[in-house]
């Protein structure tokens, strides 16, 4: 997933964790600024750099506040990188809206963001590898707002809610699978019993292998 030399990175007052060298980075954001595909507007606004002098962060972020056009509001807005904006707008166009519509019949209006952009380690373990969150390239999605006001609730509709209710929260974490590489939901373990984690992460040699549990 990662190559280069392992580092040690913290303060006295934080957890520290293991940053190494990811190549692809830098290369990958700048083609996706250049591409044009991400555009200011209304609900996608230019940050400045995240996390100052640190290994954390990225180099041209953005706040977004809304997916889809603004159809569906990011509560709170996510601070991410920007490869990860074009895949959560697909994520919620192509899967999310279409879901809701089947169970519920009913337009996503909102989405809960649990964590975006957050410079820890992994599952906020100290001395554990630097988190995807870490460099705006992660969300923690805990549940989902209708336009009726229902609230889908990954914490407690993931294996207590109605049949639709679990069936819909299964089909946004399976479709989720085409537009993330790493999509991690209750099943995977403990600590993501309240939220699905998506992000862009390379895996494997070639940077082509997806996680998806």
Known sequence: MVSGLALLWGCATGPTF??????????????????????????????????????????????????????????????????????????????????????????????????SYSCRPMNGVSGSTISEHAYANAIDVGGFTLANGQKISMLRDWSGGTDREQAFLRDVHGGACEYFTTVLGPNHDSLHANHLHLDLAHHGRDGLKRICK
Request: net charge neutral; with cysteine.
């Open 18 to 115: 293991v940053v190494k060298d990811d190549p692809w980075r830098s290369p990958e954001e700048r083609a996706c600024l250049a591409s044009g595909i991400v555009r200011a507007s209304a609900f996608i606004q230019p940050k400045s750099a995240l996390g100052g002098p640190s290994v954390c962060g990225a180099e041209s972020p953005f706040e977004m506040s809304a997916a889809n056009n603004g159809r569906v509001e990011l509560k709170p807005p996510a601070s991410l990188r920007c490869p990860m904006i074009p895949q959560i707008d697909s994520w919620v166009r192509d899967v999310v809206e279409p879901a809701a519509r089947q169970h519920f019949r009913q337009e996503v209006v909102g989405i809960t963001l649990l964590a």
